[in-house]
């Protein structure tokens, strides 16, 4: 007698539990939150414009300057690459930037990044 007890005692406990109200409890706040108005600038009321490649391509140039320098001319990073890489086409650059010539990791920038850096590269 005492086992089924347990058991019925047991099965309500589980029933009980599983049985909630599954709706999310909404928080409410008791005083009115207002927004503070923050100060603007006098170029707020301009459109914001994504950067152009030519920006992203510089910013890209910042992986290969280890190794390419920060000048373009080489010599100065770990890999001790002494040639400039001024002068070169575009797609000179995405070339190489694809298939990673000598020592030079393949693939380090891809897609529509490489394009911008192969541009902002040529362009230097």
Not at 89 to 98: F, N, P, R
């Amino acid at each position: 007698m005492k086992k089924l007890l347990g058991a019925l005692f047991g099965a309500v406990l589980i029933l009980g539990a599983c049985s909630g109200d599954d709706k999310p409890v909404a928080l409410e706040a008791k005083t009115p939150v207002k927004a503070e108005q923050t100060e603007t600038s006098s170029n707020a009321d301009q459109p914001v414009t994504a950067p152009s490649p030519a920006d992203q391509g510089a910013e890209h140039y910042k992986v290969c300057a280890a190794c390419h320098g920060a000048d373009l001319q080489g010599g100065k990073g770990g890999a001790g690459y002494d040639k400039p890489i001024t002068g070169l086409s575009k797609d000179q650059v995405l070339t190489a930037i694809q298939e990673g010539p000598g020592i030079m990791p393949k693939d380090m920038v891809k897609g529509e990044d490489a394009e911008n850096l192969a541009e902002w590269i040529s362009k230097q």
